[in-house]
């Protein structure tokens, strides 16, 4: 970890300052103390012209984190603030074309070095895996010449776009994941899965609770987990599982109630239990969300039968063809906009407020399940982080190469995120990402220059009571 030194800023008329956003670059630090990143990144043999990877890779992510959407944004900002000198001298001579090689040149062993961090972080903080959260994504790219990317389900709502899928696992209640698979767009969480998993198990003690969605519980899956450990699945609501429910709603006296409000059916097989559960409040929650869409088409058909209506000539003939055609319409649409809005809320029965659970843990209570499911809304959030904060989405690159190193990058931003606030927990408590990301932009550095280039001052600025807890150099 590179010293800091601070000293009062003195500016005489002939000095230049420099100033920059400087916490993402102590955050780095700080976990780069813990995991030795640079190390890693010199010993992988990977090299760039005239610049140490380690550099540029941790200005590439400090440029993420301070929100930079592109390469050539993280040089402008590395060259015109005074980062490079801070970081380190040469990259501010460098071509631009340095940090395309680097993100190029880390693409084929960006996987592996990120497992080897986070297997240093479960060596040097012994960890008690207890649950492992999987799922999926996709990022999609503005361009259409990438060999990776198919056209698939996207999750970002851009079927119109080539993606790949992106798959985390992470585990317990961390803001970062253990590791990643990249994949072409066009695959499905089940096949996916099951040629992830196999290599995923291998870092996961014998017993760890595998959580998943009901885009990955078909029964291949779950019995490939139970091979070594147990595991928690949302299920579809298939034929079976429906008929279930409809014979619950008729007889609600067979359900228990629960602490929290929600209603339970327990169903014991061989070796697994299904958990029935019914919440009132799911039921309002998604049936206004149906209410919502309901809306949004009702009005889309309307917009689209008034701009359609074409005007007619009412004379002679005519005029009887017209006045019968209307007659017979509103005899065959006899339905108001009620009427139809009930219909579409409750057609094919409505499973509003129900949702299914399996598990392989005959010990597990209903309690515990609908815990630790819940738990799995970590999985997500980070990947939310990953798309929002962390710039994964979309993709600005065209080689496959460079995919890989665009996603290293990224998931090695959210990783020094996850583990500095894992490492401060006891100063940052239960802020998100988002807020951390946000507040540590607020700490500034400022570098004061004489008149032959050479730095003879550095101060800190908005140094709050917070900053000097996180960074212990601060207070010196």
């Not at 420099?18 to 995991?35: H, I, N, Q, W």
């Not at 010199?42 to 440029?63: E, N």
């Not at 408590?429 to 220059?449: C, F, H, N, P, W």
Request: net charge positive; with cysteine; charged share 30%.
């Amino acid at each position: 970890m590179k010293s800091m030194h601070i000293f009062p800023l003195k500016v005489f008329g002939l000095e230049q300052v420099k100033s920059f956003s400087a916490g993402s670059l102590l955050m780095y630090e700080s976990v780069d103390e813990l995991l030795d990143i640079g190390s890693l990144l010199r010993f992988s043999g990977l090299k760039v012209k005239g610049v140490d990877l380690a550099d540029i890779v941790k200005s590439l992510a400090c440029g993420v984190l301070d929100g930079k959407r592109s390469v050539r944004a993280i040089d402008s900002d590395v060259k015109g603030s005074g980062k490079a000198d801070y970081v380190n001298p040469n990259l501010g001579v460098a071509d631009k074309r340095v940090l395309y090689r680097a993100i190029e040149a880390l693409g084929p062993t960006g996987n592996c070095l990120y497992e080897t961090l986070t297997q240093r972080f479960q060596e040097k903080t012994s960890v008690k895996i207890v649950q492992a959260d999987f799922d999926y994504s996709s990022s999609y790219f503005e361009g259409t010449t990438v060999a990776l990317a198919k056209h698939g389900y996207s999750r970002d709502h851009r079927p119109d776009k080539k993606q790949v899928k992106l798959g985390l696992v992470q585990v317990n209640d961390e803001k970062f994941a253990r590791t990643y698979f990249l994949d072409s767009g066009e695959k499905t969480d089940l096949t996916q899965f099951a040629k992830d998993f196999p290599k995923a198990r291998k870092d996961l003690p014998k017993g760890t609770l595998v959580v998943i969605d009901r885009g990955i519980s078909v029964p291949e899956n779950l019995a490939l987990i139970a091979e070594e450990h147990r595991y928690l699945a949302g299920l579809k609501k298939g034929k079976e599982v429906k008929t279930k429910i409809q014979a619950l709603k008729k007889d609600m006296s067979k359900l228990a109630v629960l602490k929290n409000g929600y209603h339970v059916f327990t169903e014991k097989n061989n070796a697994s239990q299904k958990f029935y559960f019914y919440s009132e409040q799911l039921f309002h929650q998604q049936q206004a969300k149906r209410k919502k869409k309901f809306q949004q088409q009702y009005d889309n058909a309307m917009k689209a039968k008034n701009k359609n209506k074409k005007k007619v000539t009412k004379n002679g003939l005519e005029k009887t063809v017209v006045y019968t055609q209307v007659n017979i319409q509103n005899r065959l649409l006899p339905k108001k906009r009620e009427e139809l809005e009930q219909d579409y809320l409750f057609r094919d029965g409505c499973y509003d407020g129900w949702f299914v659970l399996e598990t392989n843990d005959e010990k597990m209570t209903a309690e515990q399940a609908l815990k630790h499911y819940k738990d799995k809304d970590a999985v997500e959030k980070l990947i939310c982080t990953l798309k929002q904060d962390c710039k994964l989405r979309p993709f600005n690159v065209r080689k496959d190469a460079c995919i890989k190193g665009s996603l290293f990058i990224s998931m090695l931003a959210s990783l020094v995120i996850g583990i500095f606030h894992f490492t401060q927990k006891s100063h940052l408590g239960k802020m998100s990402t988002r807020s951390i990301v946000e507040k540590i932009k607020t700490l500034t550095l400022d570098l004061v220059y004489d008149t032959t280039g050479r730095i003879i001052e550095q101060v800190f600025k908005n140094v709050t009571a917070l900053f000097a807890k996180l960074f212990p150099q601060l207070q010196t």
